[in-house]
């Protein structure tokens, strides 16, 4: 071999680079594109799997009808849909601020869950001796309170001793779901650890049961939209999540930032948890939070932080969860696929995000590229 072929680096088959932007109306396309390709692949999948689509190949078009009748078939169920993506968009609201200051807080179940532990607490005790209004703004100051200090817990650590965020509000997941468990034992003599619902402390019902909470999510955010982008501290939690250097060059106590922030980020999943204790459960178990604080991580990372984004992100992944579950009904299949099904489109929606920030180049681009500019 000769030194002019040792010397020669070979262009590999395939490479990536990133892109140095891409528009919002060609980020959108890709989207979409995605979407759909998600969806033709989720028919195919279900093709195979269900018996009744095998024997009548023509059904396949009720299929995908069932996304849209999961949600908006019945009055019942658009309300459902409604309320899931009012609570789901209010965890992913309350994650929103730490994540802008690049603080990976990975516990907003355990928040929620507090939330709503704090909140059935103060109905247990007090329902029925104080009134209804007054139990009421307890148990939403209950809820702020345990929330609060569930996160205030790692985002205490974190600034103090630098300790690693991810694991710690992960762990903090699990202590709020054996706290749960504790008072479960407590209040339920039988040991059944079924509480039931309780008689007091249900919110107003204003046309519908969960109007009222569709119309706290929306102001709620709307007001973190203009927190975040408008304010001192929105503009201090990003200097932060920046560059922590940057931010004590110019004066900025990332400290203090770090604390205050995910003392606001554990107050809000506790009103997510007031939410579901006051105006939908009106009760307790460890599954109260549902895994919605790890799906709120994904509707807030999908409509990159921006408030008004995320409306539509919860709004996508309750239709697929809704869609998903009428499909199990409607065919009678298992449960396990439904779960297939939302999970092959969210792997397309977030494979699309890849090739937003990212190109694919085959082997002789650089060649072309070389060639394209000296014609130029």
């Known amino acids: 071999m000769s030194s002019r072929q040792r010397n020669e680096v070979r262009e590999p088959l395939v490479h990536l680079t990133k892109r140095a932007s891409t ?12 979407i759909f390709l998600g969806l033709l692949v989720c028919g195919i999948v279900a093709f195979l799997l269900i018996e009744k689509l095998q024997q009548n190949p023509g059904k396949i078009g009720d299929f995908y009808y069932t996304f849209i009748r999961g949600s908006f078939s019945t009055n019942r169920k658009l309300w459902k849909f409604l309320k899931n993506t009012a609570i789901l968009l209010c965890i992913s609201l309350a994650l929103t601020p730490a994540f ?7 516990g907003g179940e355990g928040q929620t869950l507090t939330g709503v532990l704090g909140s059935i607490a103060v109905a247990f005790y007090l329902g029925g001796k104080v009134p209804e209004w007054l139990l009421l703004i307890l148990m939403l100051f209950a809820a702020l309170a345990s929330g609060m200090l569930w996160g205030l817990i790692p985002a205490v650590f974190k600034a103090r001793w630098g300790t690693n965020e991810t694991l710690f509000t992960l762990m903090m997941n699990y202590v709020a779901t054996f706290l749960v468990s504790y008072f479960l034992v407590i209040w339920v003599p039988s ?5 039931g619902k309780l008689k007091y402390g ?49 004066g900025i106590n990332e400290r203090k930032v770090i604390i205050r922030t995910m003392i606001l980020s554990g107050a809000l999943c506790g009103l997510a948890g007031y ?26 990372w999908l409509g990159k932080f921006n408030p008004l984004i995320m409306i539509l992100t919860a709004a996508l992944i309750q239709l697929l969860n809704q869609g998903a579950g009428q499909i199990s009904q409607d065919f009678s299949v298992n449960n396990a696929l439904p779960n297939v099904i939302v999970g092959i489109v969210l ?8 090739f937003i920030s990212y190109e694919i180049h085959f082997r002789g681009h650089g060649r072309r590229e070389a060639e394209r500019r000296t014609v130029k």
């Open 23 to 34: 528009s919002p109306a060609r980020a959108w396309a890709i989207r979409a594109i995605a």
């Open 100 to 106: 802008r200051m690049r603080f990976w807080n990975i």
């Open 191 to 195: 040991g059944s650890s079924s509480l």
């Open 202 to 250: 249900k919110l107003p019902q204003i046309y519908n049961e969960h109007l009222l909470i569709v119309l706290i999510i929306l102001a709620l955010t709307i007001g973190l939209y203009i927190y975040l982008n408008y304010t001192k501290h929105g503009y201090e939690i990003s200097v932060v999540g920046e560059s922590v250097r940057t931010a004590q060059y110019v």
């Open 275 to 300: 939410l579901i204790a006051a105006g939908a459960d009106q009760t307790v178990t460890t599954n109260s939070a549902g895994g919605q604080g790890f799906t709120g991580i994904l509707v807030a």
């Open 347 to 354: 792997f397309f929606i977030i494979g699309a995000e890849f």
